[in-house]
């Protein structure tokens, strides 16, 4: 099994930029999750889907940022326009439901926004 | 609102001792708490996790010791290697409810001297 993957790896942009992260979760898993990870901070939820579907998006921290996930095998997480307290490693995990929160994650991507 | 409350921030152990970090929670819902290591540049890996129907779960040099009563619950490394030096992140969520929706503390950095 690949795991998840992430891409870009590294993305560099300047402030006002549109930004747009890619995750493609496990095969079979049925649940995608999307993380930041910043020193300040540590791990933050931002949104999770379920079957596709946004379950809870109460962690994105402003309308400048949007997740969508088309269908099980891929979804995004845009941010825009970008500034840069936007900053961050993006994580994106996934999981089997049923398997108690059994997280998976991708390498992740370094964002800076200069 | 922090749930999940990590210590300490950093931790320096030499080769051979053993490492604890401690984590506490405050809500009586979470049902699974599962550990994280995370190594520079990639995502937090699952190390080990316990239900809160036992007190304590070992797999290998690592050990889980969980107080219900207290909502604590810690992670033991035994006899520390240098390769264990990494960031541990406790976690806790409400198992198969909210799609496994986890929790993380901040965070320990924990450094192996050999």
């Known amino acids: 099994d690949a795991g998840v993957i992430q891409s870009p790896r590294h993305e560099v942009t300047e402030m006002g930029q549109e930004v747009t992260l890619r995750c493609k979760p496990i095969s079979g898993h049925n649940s995608l999750f999307w993380y930041r990870q910043t020193m300040m901070r540590g791990l933050e939820l931002l949104i999770y889907f379920n079957n596709n579907v946004p379950i809870d998006d109460s962690g994105m921290p402003e309308d400048r940022f949007s997740a969508k996930m088309p269908n099980a095998s891929f979804s995004t997480l845009k941010i825009q326009p970008s500034e840069p307290r936007d900053s961050a490693v993006y994580f994106c995990?996934?999981?089997?439901?049923?398997?108690?929160?059994?997280?998976?994650f991708g390498s992740g991507t370094q964002l800076s926004v200069l | 609102q922090q749930q999940v409350k990590q210590s300490p921030q950093s931790l320096i152990v030499q080769k051979g001792g053993i490492s604890i970090i401690n984590c506490a929670y405050e809500?009586?819902?979470?049902?699974?708490f599962p550990w994280y290591q995370q190594f520079p540049g990639k995502g937090p890996a699952l190390l080990i996790a316990?239900?809160?129907?036992?007190s304590e779960k070992k797999e290998g040099r690592f050990t889980i010791s969980f107080n219900k009563s207290a909502k604590q619950f810690s992670l033991h490394i035994m006899d520390s290697q240098p390769g264990d030096s990494a960031t541990y992140f406790c976690a806790a969520s409400m198992g198969n409810t909210n799609a496994g929706k986890s929790t993380f503390g901040d965070g320990t950095t924990l450094t192996v001297k050999p």
């Open positions: 809500n009586t819902a979470f049902d699974y």
């Open positions: 995990a996934s999981s089997l439901q049923g398997s108690r929160g059994k997280l998976f």
């Open positions: 316990i239900r809160p129907d036992v």
